[in-house]
């Protein structure tokens, strides 16, 4: 039996994606600048709890919905055909129960929060359970997805100030620009499959011109970067950190030059360092004003 629960465990964690944190960490960063931000360098220590925690069950939500809505397409794609639904080793009810655990889970959590914050999960649960289907709707799948993910953001400052300033929407725009540009680099790995199944993404609705436009976002990304720190006023060492995210910028568009899948992919990844860049330029700026 416990050979049997093991296994079953295993299966649940895969179908969760906790063996690649990528998700969980480009999900993390935008919330962490949001939470710096919003507790202007000392976020209370209960709320940041809170969110890292929210974050993680979150992500996993999102991904064991994403299979669920997925499942017949993934059968089809060698990339993901083995995943835990797709090659049958967990049933349909199996993940829908699993992602009414973690969103029940995250809700628990919320709610050693404020009303605010926790009526404005209700919208974030909302985007998370509708962005797998998205694909089948629109060209635009990656800017739903940079809104599901962006909503930890306004979400963030409603948590540590009970209110959502303008602020707080420019960083959202600035998380929904970054999420299509390195969810494009993304969608370029599967676009072959992706034409064949009848799936949609922005790398199609791009086509050719799918590295000049990721291009054209990261530089708004950077921009609004930059008009978030004037507005907050913060300063060099924040400033040397969206520096580093810029080398990163033109590290990610010579990866994705020739348009490899394994280099897309690389190029994806990549985007981890980048909002790990930002974050420590933030959270350096806001220690050295504390010494």
Same mark, same amino acid.
């Given at each position: 039996?416990?050979?049997?629960?093991?296994?079953?465990?295993?299966?649940?964690?895969?179908?969760?994606?906790?063996?690649?944190?990528?998700?969980?960490?480009?999900?993390?960063?935008?919330?962490?600048?949001?939470?710096? &931000?919003?507790?202007?360098?000392?976020?209370?220590?209960?709320?940041?709890?809170?969110?890292?925690?929210?974050?993680? #069950?979150?992500?996993?939500?999102?991904?064991?919905?994403?299979?669920?809505?997925?499942?017949? &397409?993934?059968?089809?794609?060698?990339?993901?055909?083995?995943?835990?639904?797709? /090659?049958?080793?967990?049933?349909?009810?199996? /993940?829908?129960? %699993?992602?009414?655990?973690?969103?029940?889970?995250?809700?628990?959590?919320?709610?050693?929060?404020?009303?605010?914050?926790?009526?404005?999960?209700?919208?974030?649960?909302?985007?998370? /359970?509708?962005?797998?289907?998205?694909?089948?709707?629109?060209?635009?799948?990656?800017?739903?997805?940079?809104?599901?993910?962006?909503?930890?953001?306004?979400?963030?400052?409603?948590?540590?100030?009970?209110?959502?300033?303008?602020?707080?929407?420019? #960083?959202?725009?600035?998380?929904?620009?970054?999420?299509?540009?390195?969810?494009?680099?993304?969608?370029?790995?599967?676009?072959?499959?992706?034409?064949?199944?009848?799936?949609?993404?922005?790398?199609? #609705?791009?086509?050719?011109?799918?590295? #000049?436009?990721?291009?054209?976002?990261?530089?708004?990304?950077?921009?609004? %970067?930059?008009?978030?720190?004037?507005?907050?006023?913060?300063?060099?060492?924040?400033? /040397?950190?969206?520096?580093?995210?810029?080398?990163?910028?033109?590290?990610?568009?010579?990866? &994705?030059?020739?348009?490899?899948?394994?280099?897309?992919?690389?190029?994806?990844?990549?985007?981890?360092?980048?909002?790990?860049?930002?974050?420590?330029?933030?959270?350096?700026?806001?220690?050295?004003?504390?010494?």
């Amino acid at each position: 039996m416990s050979l049997f629960v093991t296994e079953r465990l295993r299966e649940y964690a895969l179908l969760m994606r906790l063996d690649k944190p990528i998700g969980f960490f480009l999900l993390l960063w935008p919330t962490l600048w949001a939470l710096l &931000i919003a507790g202007e360098g000392q976020p209370d220590a209960q709320v940041l709890l809170v969110f890292i925690l929210g974050v993680l #069950l979150m992500r996993s939500a999102g991904c064991v919905i994403n299979d669920f809505a997925d499942t017949e &397409i993934d059968r089809h794609v060698a990339r993901t055909q083995n995943r835990p639904l797709a /090659a049958g080793r967990i049933r349909k009810t199996e /993940a829908i129960v %699993l992602f009414v655990l973690l969103c029940l889970m995250a809700l628990g959590l919320v709610l050693l929060l404020n009303t605010l914050t926790v009526m404005m999960s209700f919208v974030g649960v909302l985007l998370a /359970a509708t962005y797998p289907f998205m694909k089948r709707l629109t060209y635009l799948p990656q800017v739903y997805l940079g809104a599901a993910f962006g909503w930890a953001v306004p979400m963030a400052f409603a948590a540590q100030t009970g209110s959502v300033p303008p602020i707080a929407w420019l #960083l959202f725009t600035t998380t929904v620009l970054w999420a299509t540009a390195y969810d494009t680099m993304y969608a370029m790995v599967d676009r072959g499959d992706d034409l064949a199944l009848g799936v949609k993404s922005t790398a199609i #609705l791009f086509g050719e011109s799918d590295r #000049l436009i990721i291009g054209v976002i990261q530089v708004m990304v950077l921009v609004s %970067l930059v008009m978030v720190g004037v507005q907050v006023g913060l300063g060099w060492f924040y400033y /040397a950190g969206v520096c580093v995210a810029a080398v990163l910028v033109f590290y990610q568009q010579w990866l &994705i030059r020739y348009r490899e899948r394994k280099e897309c992919f690389r190029a994806f990844l990549n985007n981890h360092w980048f909002g790990a860049a930002v974050f420590a330029g933030l959270l350096i700026d806001y220690l050295y004003r504390l010494i």
